[in-house]
């Protein structure tokens, strides 16, 4: 049986197919609103924290994969620059470094307009996208910040799609 034919109304708002799904897969998760879901979602590097929120205002299901890093301040502008090759070897979201929270963050956003519904396996294409983008580009980011190696050097690790669970 397919995830969709699990859900016999189109009704559902796109955040309690979330927290279905986020069930389905043993993630912790906290529903904060009616609106928004966070939860812990397990990596092979570390436990990404995803943040998903439905604005009904611009009809948008919007995605953040977070994880902690403290790259030295010497090494942020190399940190950008890696982080600028990742995005551009990506169509699905990108990374943007949120340096006063010490975050690097994965960011997308679903435009749903028109009354459009995300069923839930494109929801858990969603998630499952963020988790192997932060998996496949985070030995990069560790590399260029803690290593000093170049960003071309590090990228080189990061050729290859992740794969995995999500």
Not at 17 to 44: C, S
Not at 69 to 94: H, Q
Not at 109 to 118: D, F, R, W
Request: hydrophobic share 45%; aromatic share 12%; with cysteine.
């Amino acid at each position: 049986m397919s995830l969709s034919e699990e859900y016999l109304s189109d009704d559902l708002h796109p955040i309690d197919i979330v927290e279905t799904l986020a069930q389905g897969h043993a993630w912790e998760f906290d529903r904060v609103t009616d609106d928004q879901i966070a939860m812990a979602v397990e990596g092979q590097w570390r436990t990404y924290s995803l943040t998903l929120a439905w604005s009904a205002q611009d009809e948008t299901l919007r995605l953040i994969c977070t994880f902690e890093m403290e790259p030295p301040e010497g090494r942020i502008s190399a940190l950008y620059d890696v982080m600028n090759r990742c995005n551009d070897m990506v169509w699905t979201g990108a990374f943007t470094w949120w340096g006063d929270q010490k975050l690097m963050v994965w960011r997308y956003g679903l435009c749903l307009a028109g009354g459009q519904v995300a069923g839930p396996e494109q929801i858990d294409r969603l998630i499952s996208s963020a988790v192997m983008a932060a998996e496949r580009f985070y030995p990069a980011f560790q590399l260029v910040t803690w290593a000093d190696h170049t960003p071309e050097a590090a990228m080189k690790v990061a050729i290859a799609e992740a794969y995995g669970r999500a």
